[in-house]
């Protein structure tokens, strides 16, 4: 069975640090492009940051754009988010994502804005608050 857990999240201080990791288990993570989403209740889901399967292709969207690294150990199964400089309006639940990278949605950075994925995670949550 396929499946994706979320891991990492909880309460930081703003201007904190946070590393979020994705782990895959049920099939090999090497084939699917990840990407990290997340979505503050009453509001639609964004995009964070995607990356290939290759891990030699990434794209990063606005909210964390400059204050997140995308990365991911193949060996372990395991995609990571490294969140710096977190500000309260970072909070939200934040969830991995699967996707095979084929037409019509074959980008890091289609994936990341469309939001159309194959495979979800659960969720943490991360809570930014002094």
């Known amino acids: 069975q396929l499946q994706l857990v979320e891991s990492g999240g909880g309460l930081v201080q703003p201007g904190g640090s946070l590393r979020l990791s994705c782990a895959a288990s049920g099939f090999s993570a090497d084939v699917y492009a990840i990407g990290w989403f997340r979505q503050v209740p009453g509001k639609e889901r964004e995009g964070v940051s995607c990356?290939?399967?290759?891990?030699?292709?990434?794209y990063y969207k606005d909210p964390l754009k400059g204050r997140s690294t995308i990365s991911r150990d193949n060996a372990k199964n395991t995609v990571y988010l490294q969140m710096n400089s977190l500000k309260p309006e970072d909070t939200a639940v934040y969830y991995c994502?699967?996707?095979?990278?084929?037409?019509?949605?074959?980008?890091?950075?289609?994936?990341?804005?469309?939001?159309?994925?194959?495979?979800w995670g659960k969720g943490t949550l991360v809570t930014v608050s002094s």
């Open positions: 994502a699967a996707a095979l990278e084929t037409p019509p949605i074959s980008t890091v950075a289609a994936m990341c804005v469309t939001g159309v994925m194959d495979y």
């Open positions: 990356i290939s399967k290759s891990g030699t292709s990434i």
